[in-house]
């Protein structure tokens, strides 16, 4: 978990300029904080405790404006540029290195049950507003994939 961790602190440094030091980032960065948040939910999730990952989201959800399911399974190096609005669903799965900006939305279409969310793939850039739903064969973005 302390890898990932440190690989989503560096996709800071490397994909936003403004990025000056590392208590900054740690401190201010509200995406870095939903995906800290993610990891310790998604963890808790697949060990199976019930009712605290999910309240752990929306806790995050209300600190962040950033609601991400702890379903979701999220590669290494995920950064969340001014991420107000982004919604990550249920069964959404995001490949390592992936830049999702503000009011970004990975939702399902229905209440069907199994897979019902977008799958990224790596290198993956998801621009300002994107609204990507379904899990059909037109959600995936493949690598080195730019979405803006």
Not at 64 to 80: D, L, Q, S, V, Y
Not at 92 to 101: A, C, H, K, M, P
Not at 132 to 144: E, F, K, M, Q, T
Request: glycine share 14%; hydrophobic share 40%.
């Amino acid at each position: 978990m302390f890898d990932r961790l440190r690989d989503d602190i560096r996709a800071v440094f490397e994909r936003d300029p403004a990025a000056t030091s590392y208590l900054e980032v740690i401190l201010t960065y509200a995406g870095l904080h939903a995906i800290l948040c993610h990891r310790v939910s998604h963890w808790l999730r697949k060990k199976k405790v019930p009712f605290i990952p999910r309240f752990l989201s929306q806790l995050c959800r209300f600190f962040t404006g950033i609601e991400i399911h702890p379903g979701a399974t999220i590669g290494k190096g995920f950064f969340i540029d001014h991420g107000m609005g982004v919604v990550i669903g249920e069964t959404s799965e995001i490949g390592d290195n992936v830049t999702l900006f503000q009011g970004v939305t990975l939702g399902g279409t229905g209440k069907e049950r199994g897979k019902r969310h977008p799958t990224i793939g790596n290198n993956v850039v998801i621009g300002t507003g994107a609204k990507i739903l379904g899990a059909g064969p037109h959600s995936y973005a493949g690598s080195d994939c730019k979405a803006v």
